[in-house]
């Protein structure tokens, strides 16, 4: 079997990367053989340098601190780039552009995962930076997809409790009932689906505990890294 393309993760939250690193050696075996996966680099600048670009709406300044870690990874070895943070995808036309390496967007992998399950009207869940932007809307709508926000209110709360709390990896139980409670809104919004567009969400959501089938962005962007990596796509 040919190698498979080595990957680089351009890490922004620690919970979230460490999600995607997680899942991509985890998975690989499948594929692979017995403790096998593709070799991985990951590099991230200071969580509080990319929320300084973004509190001043500084996307340009999101992208060269992206580029920045792309150029690390490809001097590492890597071939194909993934981002495992959905907010910071504001910037990926400012990157794609100016990177020499491919990358995957993960609105796009998630975009296409509910077209294929049949989805058709979509709730977000997110940063509040994310779930205002064209991040999602962009993608589902090309593929002839609805989506839904939350409310204004839900928005910022679950802004706040996401770089309050789940960066940090706490977990409260009222958090948790809280998301609930926003994915129960959507659904009664006419939502059949939610996108987890945070990479922290899924570490308190997932389909057991949701009202709605969850697409999970994280994990969703790791498997399809997988597959390209070990496709050869470069």
């Given amino acids: 079997m040919t190698a498979p393309l080595p990957l680089g993760i351009v890490a922004c939250s620690s919970e979230g990367a ?5 899942t991509i050696c985890a998975e690989a075996a ?24 973004l509190e001043r ?8 601190l992206m580029l920045s870690s792309a150029r690390k990874l490809e001097r590492a070895g890597a071939k ?5 943070d959905n907010t910071i995808h504001q910037a990926m036309d400012y990157v794609r552009p100016r990177s020499t390496l491919p990358w995957l967007h993960i609105a796009e992998v ?7 399950r049949g989805f058709r009207r979509i709730g977000l869940t997110g940063t509040q930076w994310l779930v ?10 090309a593929l002839g997809l609805e989506y839904v926000r939350p409310g204004a209110e839900q928005r910022a709360r679950i802004g706040r409790l996401i770089m309050d709390e789940l960066v940090y990896g ?10 609930q409670g926003v994915i129960e809104d959507l659904k009664a919004q006419g939502c059949d689906a939610v996108v ?9 959501i997932d389909d057991g505990n949701s009202a709605l089938p969850t697409l999970d962005s994280t994990r969703l962007l790791a498997r399809a890294a997988l597959r390209a990596a070990v496709a050869g796509v470069d």
């Fill in 80 to 84: 194909l780039l993934i981002c495992p």
């Fill in 57 to 64: 709406g500084d996307l340009d300044g999101v992208g060269e």
């Fill in 110 to 116: 998630v975009a296409r995962e509910a077209q294929a």
């Fill in 170 to 179: 706490v977990f409260k139980p009222e958090t948790v009932a809280y998301f």
């Fill in 30 to 53: 499948a594929l692979l053989g017995p403790h096998a996966h593709p070799q991985i680099a990951l590099h991230g600048h200071s969580l509080a340098d990319y929320v300084a670009c």
């Fill in 132 to 141: 205002e932007s064209e991040v999602y809307p962009r993608q589902l709508a």
């Fill in 18 to 22: 460490a999600l995607c690193y997680r």
């Fill in 196 to 204: 987890l567009g945070c990479t922290e969400i899924p570490l308190i």
